[in-house]
C-alpha cells in the first residue's frame, strides 16, 4: 500500500558569521510579531471598553498588512487607507513599518498567519520573551517563501542553497551526502529557518511516496547515546547481536579540535580559529552521518519497525552540539527505511536499565571502534547470504566478531 508522508530533512548552520547573522534577523522576525501582538493588544482592550472597533480580522490579514506597510496596490485600497489614516501616529504601528523595512516582506505571511492562529498562546507569553536579540528563549521559526525566498540554482554545482530573509540571498553550505538527499527530494512541501536554544537548522519539510507492509511484525530496537560510548544499539529479540559504538576516537578528535582552536584565539588568529570551527563540525557531520547510514541499515537487516533513542543528558553545550547532529543524522536515516522513531532521557526512564540490562544478557555486544569496522561487518553480512534476514545465534559472539575480522572492500 502506497501513500505519501511528510518528513524533515535537518542542515544545521555551523558558520558561526552566518548563524550570528541569521540570529539577528530572526529575532527581527520575533520584534516584528510581538509588536503586532501588542498592537492588536492594545486595539482589543480598547474595543472592550467600547473606546474603539475590533480591528482583530484586519490586523490578521497578511496581504492587508504586507500591502500597508509596503505601500503595494493589490486591490485592497479602502482597508488599506483604513489602516493607515487611524494607525498613522500610532507609536507600535510606526514601530512595525520601521521593523518591515529589515524583513522580506513574502515571509511576513507565515509569521502573521502564526500570530492569527496562536493568539492567546502569545499574549500569555508576551512578558516572557526577552530583548536581547543575542539571547530569545526556546524555539523560533520563520518560513521561507518558496517562490521568492528559496534558491536550489546553486546546490549542484556549488553544495549552497540560497534563502533571502531581508535584503539579499545569503547561502548555506550543505555537504555531499546533504546534497545527494536533497536532490533525490520529489517535492518541497516548506522550508524553515529555525533557532532551537542556541543553534540554527534549516528544515526542509517534503513529500515522500512510501509503501507500507501491511500486517508486518513489530520489533524494537533502542539506541543509548551518552558520553562513554557514542551509541550502544539494542535489538528487542534474542538472536541479533547488540552493538556499542566506542566514542573514544570522537572524544579524542574533538578535544585535539579544540585545542588548537584555544591557541588560535589566543593568539588572536581568529579567522583561523573560525575555519578549524568549521572544518571540525564538518568532520564530525561526515563522520556521523555515515555512523547513522550505517546503524539503520543493521537495523533495517533485522526487521526493525520501531525505534527508540535515549539520550543521557550533556552539561557541556560543545558535546551536545554533537550530540545533537548525530540525532538529526539518524532521524534524517531512519525516515528512507520506514521505521518509527522516538525519543526519551535515558536518565529519567525508569524501565531502560531493566530492558537494556536483559538484551545485554540476551545478546553479547559487538564492539565497533569506527564507521570502518561497521561498514566491514554489514559487508560481512551481505557476503555471508544473510541478506535482509540476517540473524546472529547470541552465545556465538566468536563467530560475529570475525565476520568483524575477516569481511572486506569498505
Not at 25 to 30: A, D, H, M, S, V
Not at 46 to 57: A, R, W
Not at 350 to 375: A, G, Q, R, T, V
Request: one cysteine or more; glycine letters at 4%.
Amino acid at each position: 500500500m502506497e501513500k505519501v508522508e511528510l518528513r524533515v530533512f535537518s542542515i544545521t548552520v555551523k558558520n558561526p558569521d552566518l548563524s550570528k547573522k541569521l540570529k539577528s534577523i530572526l529575532f527581527t522576525y520575533n520584534q516584528f510579531e510581538n509588536t503586532l501582538l501588542k498592537l492588536i493588544l492594545k486595539n482589543y482592550n480598547l474595543y472592550k471598553e467600547d473606546k474603539d472597533t475590533n480591528d482583530f480580522n484586519l490586523l490578521t490579514s497578511p496581504q492587508l498588512i504586507i500591502d500597508t506597510l509596503y505601500n503595494n496596490k493589490n486591490g485592497l485600497s479602502t482597508q488599506v487607507k483604513y489602516l493607515k489614516k487611524k494607525y498613522k501616529k500610532n507609536e507600535l504601528w510606526l514601530t512595525l513599518e520601521g521593523i518591515a523595512k529589515k524583513l522580506n516582506p513574502n515571509n511576513l505571511v507565515y509569521v502573521i498567519n502564526e500570530v492569527k492562529t496562536n493568539f492567546d498562546i502569545y499574549f500569555k507569553n508576551l512578558d516572557n520573551n526577552k530583548q536581547d536579540k543575542n539571547l530569545f528563549d526556546g524555539v523560533y521559526a520563520v518560513e521561507l517563501d518558496k517562490q521568492n525566498s528559496l534558491s536550489f540554482a546553486r546546490l549542484e554545482k556549488d553544495n549552497l542553497i540560497g534563502i533571502r530573509l531581508s535584503n539579499g540571498l545569503v547561502y548555506i553550505n550543505v555537504n555531499k551526502e546533504e546534497m545527494k538527499n536533497l536532490m533525490d527530494i520529489d517535492k518541497v512541501h516548506s522550508v524553515k529557518v529555525v533557532y532551537d536554544d542556541g543553534n540554527l537548522y534549516l528544515h526542509v519539510i517534503y513529500l515522500k511516496k512510501v509503501t507500507k507492509t501491511e500486517n508486518r511484525q513489530t520489533k524494537q530496537a533502542i539506541i543509548d547515546i551518552d558520553g562513554n560510548n557514542l551509541m550502544s544499539i539494542f535489538v528487542d529479540d534474542e538472536t541479533t547481536p547488540s552493538i556499542i559504538i566506542d566514542g573514544k576516537p570522537f572524544k579524542i578528535y574533538n578535544r585535539k579540535f579544540d585545542k588548537l582552536i584555544d591557541k588560535l584565539n589566543e593568539s588572536n588568529s581568529k579567522e583561523a580559529a573560525k575555519m578549524i570551527t568549521l572544518e571540525k563540525y564538518r568532520f564530525f557531520e561526515e563522520e556521523f552521518s555515515k555512523m547513522a547510514k550505517y546503524v539503520i541499515e543493521y537495523l533495517h537487516i533485522h526487521d526493525v519497525t520501531d525505534l527508540l533513542v535515549f539520550k543521557n543528558s550533556t552539561k557541556s553545550k560543545n558535546n551536545q552540539i554533537l550530540i545533537t547532529e548525530l540525532l538529526m543524522n539518524i532521524e534524517s536515516q531512519v525516515q528512507e527505511y520506514g521505521i518509527n522513531i522516538n525519543y526519551s532521557e535515558a536518565d529519567t526512564d525508569k524501565n531502560f536499565e531493566w530492558l537494556k540490562d536483559k538484551l545485554f544478557k540476551l545478546c553479547n555486544p559487538i564492539k565497533i571502534k569506527s564507521d570502518y569496522e561497521f561498514c566491514r561487518l554489514l559487508k560481512g553480512l551481505q557476503n555471508s547470504g544473510l541478506g535482509k534476514s540476517a540473524s546472529f545465534i547470541g552465545a556465538e559472539t566468536s563467530q560475529s566478531n570475525r565476520l568483524v575480522e575477516n569481511a572486506s572492500f569498505c
